[in-house]
């Protein structure tokens, strides 16, 4: 007999969004040059894969846009010098260190204007729980997900808030960049946000009670 509860964590992140900050925030992540143990986050010839899919999200952001990029790097560097490709091919990017006067990587997705980020880890759940305006874009043969988890994931695709490329991701980007609350508040984004949240970020304000 198993009884569901909510995370405490992501319940005291729920629906906690409040806009101040007009940037995009942009999460990375990073990963070993050299296998040496066996587990499921990926290789590292797929992270040459992944960041060559970074390059072209960079690459394809219209001029107008980046000058609101605040990326947030993964905080160990592993010698792939992604800080370096960053501000080579967007030098107006701000990058966001894990310092500062917000530490919490948390606490700039409350208060940002739209977050983006590349891969499906930590960070994409917390984002769609405290319900600040999120695009997804990740390699879908590199990020395969169970054929349970599929048709959720085929949720957010058919929203337009996961893609399976830069330059799409970049599309949904420009399109709403000036508005993105009244696409992202839609009854259409909201139902898909919380059916997806509710098998894979279940929360609740009183999760004290249910537990």
Not at 71 to 81: A, D, E
Not at 89 to 105: D, M, W, Y
Request: proline share 5%.
């Amino acid at each position: 007999k198993l009884v569901k509860l909510p995370s405490p964590r992501l319940s005291r992140l729920k629906d906690s969004y409040s806009y101040s900050i007009d940037k995009i925030l942009y999460v990375g992540t990073g990963l070993p040059r050299y296998h040496y143990r066996f587990h499921t986050f990926g290789l590292p010839e797929e992270f040459v894969s992944y960041l060559e899919d970074m390059k072209r999200f960079l690459q394809n952001l219209p001029e107008g846009l980046k000058s609101y990029l605040l990326y947030r790097p993964y905080s160990h560097k592993y010698g792939w010098n992604v800080r370096e490709m960053i501000k080579d091919i967007c030098p107006q990017a701000e990058l966001l260190e894990h310092t500062g006067t917000i530490s919490r990587l948390t606490d700039w997705m409350r208060k940002v204007k739209i977050f983006i980020t590349d891969h499906p880890s930590t960070s994409f759940i917390e984002a769609l729980a405290i319900n600040v305006p999120c695009i997804f874009f990740w390699n879908h043969e590199i990020y395969v997900m169970c054929s349970e988890a599929e048709e959720y994931f085929e949720l957010l695709r058919k929203a337009g808030i996961l893609y399976k490329n830069p330059e799409e991701a970049v599309g949904k980007l420009t399109e709403v960049f000036e508005d993105p609350w009244t696409w992202w508040r839609s009854k259409e984004i909201q139902e898909v946000r919380n059916i997806f949240l509710e098998r894979f970020g279940y929360s609740r304000k009183n999760w004290m009670e249910y537990w």
